[in-house]
């Protein structure tokens, strides 16, 4: 089972930022936050990941609670494209093992013109 | 670069029979994963293989079997195919186990 929870829906106007939360209040030290999205008949694209510091690269911005309880997925100028499911994910982050993805529901964002 | 490559597309079998769908990964990654996506759900991991070997499996019967090959592209079989087993199958690839995985745009099987 996933170890997230998100909101099934969200809107957002386009130019505008776009914040995703995710709950993860069970997240244990070793496990790192991933995001992904998928957009209608495509696979799911990887976004960004962290484990405590905030993060940012080309597509968004990962903000990590102090308490590693939730975090928010920033999207800082929502476009149209940008329209997918948003998956959220905790996972272990080694190379031995298995490490797969276990993914949720995840949260369905529009973008509205 | 060239990202994940999945084939074929679309395939459409009937119940009872087998299947094969092929995955290649991107350079040099060594991992190869994969998932099954019915409509309206996330991903399910089926596999993950590592340097050729089977690293772990997901709750699937034995009817699904998989390989990867020395040049890390993999391969998923399944036999005895089902109306259930109708989904999207997507393969996704991670230079080593424990970094961000890449997807594919995956295979559409759909049974009849």
């Known amino acids: 089972d996933a170890k997230t929870t998100q909101p099934p829906s969200m809107d957002c106007a386009e130019g505008r930022a776009a914040n995703l939360p995710c709950n993860h209040s069970t997240i244990s030290g070793n496990e790192y936050v991933y995001w992904y999205r998928q957009i209608h008949s495509q696979g799911p694209q990887y976004i960004i990941h962290?484990?405590?510091n905030n993060e940012t690269n080309e597509m968004a911005s990962l903000i990590i609670t102090e308490d590693r309880k939730s975090s928010t997925l920033i999207l800082p100028h929502a476009t149209l494209r940008d329209t997918a499911v948003y998956y959220c994910i905790v996972r272990v982050a080694m190379n031995s093992g298995n490490t797969p993805l276990v993914f949720g529901k995840g949260t369905r964002l529009s973008v509205i013109a | 670069d060239a990202g994940v490559t999945q084939s074929p597309t679309h395939l459409i079998k009937t119940r009872g029979q087998h299947v094969t769908l092929r995955c290649s990964p991107i350079?040099?990654?060594?991992?190869v994963s994969w998932y099954q996506q019915v409509l309206g759900q996330g991903p399910q991991f089926i596999f993950q293989?590592?340097?050729?070997?089977?690293?772990g499996r997901g709750n699937f019967p034995d009817r699904f079997s998989a390989r990867q090959f020395p040049n890390y592209s993999s391969e998923l079989n399944v036999n005895a195919l089902l109306l259930g087993d109708s989904a999207l199958y997507l393969c996704?690839?991670?230079?080593?186990?424990?970094?961000?995985?890449?997807f594919g745009d995956g295979t559409r099987l759909s049974i009849l």
């Open positions: 293989y590592y340097e050729k070997e089977e690293r």
């Open positions: 996704a690839s991670s230079l080593e186990r424990h970094q961000p995985q890449h």
């Open positions: 350079s040099g990654h060594k991992s």
């Open positions: 962290g484990l405590k």
